[in-house]
Nanobody, 122 residues
Framework: QVQLVESGGGLVQAGDSLRLSCATS??????AAWFRQAPDKEREFVAA????????DYADFVKDRFTISKDNANHTVYLLMNSLKPEDSAIYYC?????????????????WGQGTQVTVSS
């Protein structure tokens, strides 16, 4: 049973920073990604990283503000979010898949965490 556990969400003010963590229970993967879903909106891609961190991709709306990274020793994937805006408020989900190529399609991912809430006040 693969279990992904996100943490690090919370309530912050606009301009603040948060770092989300995703513990992968030691599961190896080809690609990991963060998605987010706001109320009454579809789940959308945020960022992805491949197994050796050689390939990284971001959604246009988070470029230069968010950074995805991974710590192989701790089997954890991170999302550092700077300059947060109220429109970044959503539940953030971590996902992994065995294929090494990056994907922005949530249907391409095999395992998901339960999500962590991020709320940014203006």
């Amino acid at each position: 049973q693969v279990q992904l556990v996100e943490s690090g969400g919370g309530l912050v003010q606009a301009g603040d920073s948060l770092r989300l963590s995703c513990a992968t229970s030691g599961r190896t993967f080809g690609c990991a990604a963060w998605f987010r879903q706001a109320p009454d909106k579809e789940r959308e891609f945020v960022a992805a990283i491949n197994f050796n961190s050689r390939y990284i991709d971001y959604a246009d709306f988070v470029k230069d503000r968010f950074t995805i990274s991974k710590d192989n020793a701790n089997h954890t994937v991170y999302l550092l979010m700077n300059s947060l805006k109220p429109e970044d408020s959503a539940i953030y989900y971590c996902a992994i898949r065995s294929i090494v190529y990056l994907s922005k399609n949530p249907l391409d991912y095999d395992y998901w965490g339960q999500g962590t809430q991020v709320t940014v006040s203006s």
